[in-house]
């Protein structure tokens, strides 16, 4: 069973950029797609990002493409999310989810989830 340890949030400045990584642990596959996921306080649980293990394919939310960067280390089976330009209203847990034939934007689809790392952006 594989699981998943977020790192790497912390308090920001607006403007700022920040990486935040997710480490697998457990056997991934070629169907496995890790994602970004946030949820900011009083607000339903948002996409961000995410990406399919076998070939690095990757899906953004239209809101934040371009800002937002999701790649792979396959050696540290760990993803990343590289965050630019960051604004006040990014702030929010930000929660790295796994599965196999999942509908990337769809939190619903993924049954393993991180335990979430916040990230904080003042103005």
């Known amino acids: 069973q594989v699981r998943l340890v977020e790192s790497g949030g912390g308090l920001v400045q607006a403007g700022d950029s920040l990486r935040i990584s997710c480490t697998a642990s457990?056997?991934?596959?070629?169907?496995?797609?890790m994602g970004w996921f946030r949820r900011a306080p009083g607000k339903e649980r948002e996409f961000v990002a995410a990406l399919r293990w076998s070939d690095a394919q990757t899906v953004y939310a239209d809101s934040l493409k371009g800002r937002f960067t999701i790649s792979r280390d396959n050696a540290r089976n760990t993803v990343y999310l590289q965050m630019n330009s960051l604004k006040p209203e990014d702030t929010a847990v930000y929660y790295c989810a796994g599965g196999q034939y999942v509908v990337p934007s769809n939190w619903r689809s993924y049954n393993t989830w991180g335990q979430g790392t916040q990230v904080t952006v003042s103005s």
């Open positions: 457990g056997r991934t596959d070629s169907s496995y797609f």
